[in-house]
């Protein structure tokens, strides 16, 4: 393994291995950038088919949580950990206190949350041994429901007040009623995002993996199914992808008939120049790390306090945010996802310079 030179290397100010053979705990906590605040991100834990593996993704996904806090305008830096291990086989009570004494180590550097692999169950184990652990507090919602730290609700609010600024600048109308919209993928945070544009009037197509999850949509919303196949090139006015990562290439971008990508999942584009891509094929993309906070604004809230109130003023931020690369990406003639970037590197780069 040679980090320094490792292709997903960006200048990260700390990497940090961790092996405790009683518990059989191997783990990297990587802190790409601090000079917003703490850094903090998600716990990962899987069954990496090498070291290697790990690192690149410890690299990848710890600095892109640098561009989400900044472009969130939160006081926090970027990081992630990654712990090599199958969850279902390897996880013991045991382990996750071990590496909640590795994160105490780090002096609150590094703040973990839950992310594939663990749960809050699995946080609070972590937290009997260090207070930098978060999205783990019983606390009112941002929408004054109770919450057990599950930051899906903030993200898909997020999601959903993001998609209606990107409709009203591509499309130019401030109102959802018979807006089109094809969701891919029904869980924590699809089904909530179908709810919200369900109850502004919008119809919806979808389509999820699990049986159960589709017929759900269907029975309660009015949705109507599609297949795996179908749901990126219907012609529907907005695609919400909300399932899985790289899901636009060149392919599936030929074939959309949709006018704006607005939706939850993570690292949607397949290759970074399908941003430009999209811009050529005149489709407004709201750039994922932008439009998905919503969880990240929820789970700094829940640590410093502030509220429901508060939680939802700095929610309905991220449409403004988004209309800011909208416009910009429309004067500089250049695509979202490359204004999304700079503007985040705006935000991060220059505190403590
Ligand atoms: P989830 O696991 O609850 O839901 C994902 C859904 O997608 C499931 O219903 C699953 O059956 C379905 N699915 C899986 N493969 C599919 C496929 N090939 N086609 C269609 N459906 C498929 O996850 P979630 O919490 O709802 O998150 C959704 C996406 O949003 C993920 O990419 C996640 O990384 C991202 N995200 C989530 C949050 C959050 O707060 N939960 C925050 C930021 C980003």
Known sequence: M?????????????????????TGLRAIVAIHNS?????????????????????????????????????ANLDLGGGKSVIIGDPRKDKSEALLESMGRCLESLNGRYIAAEDSGTSVPDLRIMGRQTRNVAGITDHPGFDGKPSNGDPSPATAYGVFTGLQAAVRHKLGRSDLEGLTVAIQGLGNVGFRLARHLKDAGARLWVYDIQPDNLARAVDELGATPVTADEILGLPVDVVAPCALGAVFNDDSI???????????ANNQLAEPHHDEMLRQRGILYAPDYAINAGGIIDI??????????????????????????????????????HIADRLAEERFKLRNS
């Open 2 to 22: 040679t980090p320094f030179s490792h292709p997903e290397f960006d200048n990260h100010e700390q990497l940090t291995f961790f092996c405790d053979p009683d």
């Open 35 to 71: 000079n917003r605040g703490p850094a903090l991100g998600g716990c990962r834990m899987y069954p990496y088919a090498s070291d290697e593996a790990a690192l690149r993704d410890v690299l990848r996904l710890s600095r892109g949580m640098t561009y989400k806090s900044a472009l």
């Open 254 to 264: 030929r074939n959309l008939h949709a006018k704006v990508i607005a939706g939850a």
């Open 300 to 337: 700094f809230y829940e640590r410093h306090g502030g509220g429901p109130q508060a939680v939802r003023q700095h929610l309905d931020t991220i449409a403004h945010t988004l209309t800011e690369i909208f416009l910009r990406a429309d004067r500089e003639d250049l695509p979202t996802g």
